[in-house]
């Protein structure tokens, strides 16, 4: 099983990835990502599965999509096919802060160490690269920065309303 | 100046210690070049021709005498005893070493410096006036509205990978000084019939291969929204901004793409979910800032200093300096002085450590510790008594700080281009260096007045050459240097893009060319008329006739 990191600690891939479901040959058994397409077309499908299905969306599609079937997720995982490419940074926050969507939300392809930080910040609780030798590096990086002065999801409010407070 | 509380050390140290961590696994082949490439542009590190360059912030152009020391001993001990000012109002080390670029960032951290997204496709340094806070014709202070940005857009979580770099330039006086109309978002800051202050939000200006003025997108956007709109603004560039090309990628170019209107509705819609969120500034946090720009203790002088007026009368070298390069100020009996790092035969923008040092020393002596660094690439000390100008201008010109050209012909803005530059089409530097050259002649420069000659290397336009009104773009036509003439560019509120004038020029020609536009420029301007008004009135083809006529 691949390795990721969720919630700080890391852990084991448990969800099979899909590329595409027909539902006419019936799911794969077992918790399930498939892609956003997929969850919009077959949507009575993935609900009936037996097992909880994750959604996953590339850097250009809409979370908003998302928006009226969001309870029903099991998880949502944003692809990074380029760590340079920073859609997903949006993505997450839209989910988190004007979606409200609180369940686990994913970074997965190429990233690492010098992204993790950034990911946590933005709404991202669990990481996985496509690379597992990087595992070792997202848990390091998570700690690259111990505060910062913009409000993110991870931390609301920017530093100068929390000037006044003692560390 | 801003001083920084131990927050923005920390900020700044943690970054030191990541770059060094980044810099260690690249060294030890843990990072590929390409996952290096990407997070040492974030600090300013770019691999040139003959070694790698180290770009550090000066944010909004503003120094310290402390500041300038240290960065005089980074040149020493880490570069070859110089450094090169920029036109973003930066610094430039062009001879560092890799591995010791750590060492260096320590170093700046220690004096509250640092390179964070000098380069890259981030949020970079913003700019503006380098007369701000001193400016008669102010009426707005943009420099604690640039320090609130400058702490909103560093390490800024969610756009650390924009499709482009993008640049943010602030303007708070009516004459324009930061170039906003040719930045990704040019702020006006201004006063709405309540008093309150506030921004006209200018987005989508920039150089570069597709030079475009920018667009009003917002006529009045109330002060304390600044930092959620500036959030829509970029939320809606990292969505939807192209990243399939490099060169259409810049926020330019989806805004022509969406129309102006429809992108100013897509920011609004998006910055109707912000608005009076968390980072909603406060009251508080507007007044803490401000007050870091205290107005230094001037002296009251109530009337004109007697043995400056003598000066003035009976040196016309130094009256000549007076003239040109200093800058009315705020306070009476005070002056913003520009020394000017344009003399012929040293590149534009180019400065040895001990030059650097005397600098720190007149600003500590004559100008409340203080420098700026400006467009133009030069320095100006900003608040000199009128009493002090006298002495201020003998030392200088002691050590070649006094040349009088301040915004005349030879006051040529440039960039580094063939000599370092790995993207140069051709050399910017020996252009600059053989117009300089040819008018060197200081009456016919101070009856030529007013005229902005840029010169780039390449398309990248770090030269700014759409703008100048002469600008000068260094062209490759088969694998030889070739430099293409634009004329009319100019920045300011009534901001043009140069016209081609035609087929580009040999590099020994260039001389002769500019000398003909001159002609045509003295032959036809009427009384006192700058050079881009005759040109505005007079239009391209007289420029383009005599330019390629044919010697009979
Ligand atoms: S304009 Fe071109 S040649 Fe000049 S510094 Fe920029 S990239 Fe280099």
Not at chain 2, 141 to 146: A, E, F, I, S, T
Not at chain 2, 224 to 229: A, E, N, R
Not at chain 2, 271 to 288: N, S, Y
Not at chain 2, 321 to 336: C, E, F, I, M, P
Request: include cysteine.
């Amino acid at each position: 099983m691949p390795k990721l990191v969720r919630r700080g600690i890391e852990v084991e891939e448990q969800f099979t990835w899909v590329d595409e479901i027909n539902p006419a040959e019936g799911l794969p058994t077992g918790a399930i990502w498939v892609p956003l397409v997929s969850w919009l077309n077959h949507h009575a499908a993935c609900l009936a599965h037996s097992a909880p299905v994750g959604v996953y969306l590339q850097p250009e599609e809409d979370p908003a999509l998302l928006l009226p079937t969001l309870q029903q997720v099991s998880a949502i995982a944003v692809c990074f096919p380029a760590f340079h490419d920073g859609r997903g940074y949006s993505t997450a926050r839209l989910l988190r802060e004007r979606y409200g969507y609180t369940g686990e939300l994913r970074a997965v392809g190429d990233i690492g160490q010098d992204q993790a930080y950034y990911l946590a910040q933005v709404g991202f609780d669990s990481f996985a690269p496509h690379d597992e030798t990087r595992v070792a590096g997202v848990l390091r990086g998570l700690q690259d920065f111990s505060d910062g002065y913009q409000s993110t999801w991870a931390r609301p409010l920017p530093y100068f309303l929390r000037r006044h407070e003692k560390p | 100046m801003y001083q920084y509380d131990e927050f923005d050390r920390r900020v700044v140290r943690e970054r030191v210690a990541q770059f060094r961590d980044q810099t260690r696994r690249f060294l030890a082949g843990e990072l590929s070049e390409d996952e290096f490439r990407v997070l040492r542009l974030q600090n300013g590190l770019y691999i040139q021709r003959h070694a790698p360059m180290l770009r550090v912030a000066i944010p909004y152009g503003v120094l310290s005498s402390r500041q300038l020391r240290e960065l005089a001993g980074i040149a020493r001990d880490f570069d070859r005893g110089y450094g090169h000012f920029t036109t973003r109002q930066n610094i430039q080390f062009n001879w560092v070493e890799l591995p010791k670029v750590p060492d260096i960032l320590e170093r700046l951290a220690e004096v509250d410096l640092h390179a964070i997204q000098t380069s890259g496709n981030c949020i970079r340094n913003t700019t503006t006036d380098v007369f701000a806070g001193v400016a008669a014709d102010e009426f707005v202070d943009p420099r604690p509205w640039c320090e609130i940005i400058r702490q909103w857009s560093t390490l800024h979580p969610e756009f650390a990978f924009l499709p482009r770099k993008f640049k943010i330039a602030v303007a708070g006086s009516a004459q324009d000084r930061a170039a906003t109309f040719v930045h990704d978002i040019g702020l006006h800051m201004q006063r709405n019939a309540a008093g309150e202050i506030g921004f006209k939000v200018i987005v989508g200006g920039g150089l570069g291969r597709t030079p475009m003025i920018g667009d009003v997108v917002r006529e009045f956007l109330p002060a304390p929204h600044l930092l959620t709109y500036l959030d829509a603004v970029l939320r809606v560039y990292n969505r939807f901004g192209r990243r399939d090309n490099k060169y259409k990628a810049r926020i330019k170019i989806l805004v022509k793409a969406m129309t102006v209107a429809a992108f100013a509705a897509k920011v609004e819609e998006e910055w109707a979910h912000l608005k009076d969120g968390p980072a909603t500034l406060t009251a508080e946090e507007i007044q803490r800032v401000a007050q870091a720009f205290v107005v230094p203790q001037y002296e009251t002088f109530t009337q004109p200093d007697a043995a400056f007026q003598t000066a003035l009368t009976e040196v016309p070298a130094f009256a000549r300096w007076v003239k040109r390069n200093t800058h009315l100020h705020k306070q009476q009996g005070y002056r913003a002085a520009i020394l000017s790092l344009k003399a012929t035969g040293q590149a534009p923008g180019d400065l040895d450590a001990d030059r650097m040092e005397k600098v720190a020393e007149w600003a500590q002596q004559w100008s409340f510790g203080e420098i700026r660094v400006s467009h133009e690439q030069n320095l100006v000390l900003p608040h000199v008594a009128e009493r002090d100008l006298f002495t201020l201008w003998q030392a200088a010109d002691a050590v070649g700080l006094a040349h009088p050209n301040a915004g005349l012909l030879t006051d040529i803005i440039c960039c580094p281009g063939g000599d370092f530059c790995s993207l140069a089409n051709a050399k910017s530097i020996p252009v600059a260096e053989a117009i300089q050259h040819r008018f060197a002649d200081l009456d016919y420069l101070f009856d030529l007045g007013d005229i902005a000659l840029n010169i780039s290397g390449c398309m990248n336009a770090c030269g700014h050459h759409h703008v100048g009104n002469i600008g000068v773009l260094g062209v490759d036509k088969n694998g030889e240097e070739w430099y293409q003439i634009t004329l009319g560019g100019h920045q300011g509120p009534d901001a043009s893009l140069g016209k081609v004038i035609g087929p580009s020029f040999a590099r020994a020609a260039m001389p002769d060319v500019i000398e003909k536009i001159i002609q045509v420029y003295v032959e036809r301007r009427e009384p006192e008329e700058r050079f881009l008004d005759t040109f505005r009135r007079i239009g391209i083809d007289v420029f383009k006739e005599r330019v390629y006529a044919k010697a009979s």
